[in-house]
T-cell receptor, first 113, second 109 residues
Framework: DAGVTQSPTHLIKTRGQQVTLRCSPKSGHDTVSWYQQALGQGPQFIFQYYEEEERQRGNFPDRFSGHQFPNYSSELNVNALLLGDSALYLC????????????FGSGTQLSVL | DAKTTQPTSMDCAEGRAANLPCNHSTISGNEYVYWYRQIHSQGPQYIIHGLKNNETNEMASLIITEDRKSSTLILPHATLRDTAVYYCIVRALDDKIIFGKGTRLHILP
């Protein structure tokens, strides 16, 4: 049983570009959450998707957007990249609401030059 | 903002019990205490959670004080592979999981 898979593992972009990160949830999970982790910091919540809708959102600008597909996979899009967007982007999946445990992927390391 | 306070770092000798404290003095009655850990270059991993009773699983034990204002995660026999950052989180059932800075646990050989 595959866990949470993310692609790509590493990515280098330049300022002003746009990037799309992808996530496939663990089998049986229908909820996907995205986190940004800067070096030396804890993961920061970006948003959560359930039933193809954004259910909750953290304190991130509109440059950060997402999408969830009918097969529960998800994409994170970041427009107009800034140097400060350089971070590890983590995807986590869970099963519905309630006392869910998050299962994390290994992340995508984004470097903005 | 994170609702918990944890020490920045701790050391523990291999084979001994590692006791990681967490303060959550503003916890609400419907909020659970969760623990995750993050080993270098990996995503966080769920360890355990509880509401008010002590909990134990194959990874660890969670001791919550009677007033629920603090808790302790116990790794009974620490190994080098337990070296990681440990995050204590409080959340209600349908709320997002917010990570703080965690405790960096070093297991010493």
């Amino acid at each position: 049983d595959a866990g949470v898979t993310q692609s790509p593992t590493h990515l280098i972009k330049t300022r002003g570009q746009q990037v799309t990160l992808r996530c496939s949830p663990k089998s049986g999970h229908d909820t996907v959450s995205w986190y940004q982790q800067a070096l030396g910091q804890g993961p920061q919540f970006i948003f959560q998707y359930y039933e193809e809708e954004e259910r909750q959102r953290g304190n991130f600008p509109d440059r950060f957007s997402g999408h969830q597909f009918p097969n529960y996979s998800s994409e994170l899009n970041v427009n107009a990249l800034l140097l400060g967007d350089s971070a590890l982007y983590l995807c986590a999946s869970s099963s519905g609401a309630g006392i869910e445990k998050l299962f994390f992927g290994s992340g995508t390391q984004l470097s903005v030059l | 903002d994170a609702k918990t306070t944890q020490p920045t770092s701790m050391d523990c000798a291999e084979g001994r019990a590692a006791n990681l404290p967490c303060n959550h003095s503003t916890i609400s009655g419907n909020e659970y205490v969760y623990w995750y850990r993050q080993i270098h270059s990996q995503g966080p991993q769920y360890i355990i959670h509880g509401l008010k009773n002590n909990e134990t699983n194959e990874m660890a034990s969670l001791i919550i004080t009677e007033d629920r204002k603090s808790s302790t995660l116990i790794l009974p026999h620490a190994t080098l592979r337990d070296t990681a950052v440990y995050y204590c989180i409080v959340r209600a059932l349908d709320d997002k999981i917010i990570f703080g800075k965690g405790t960096r646990l070093h297991i010493l050989p």
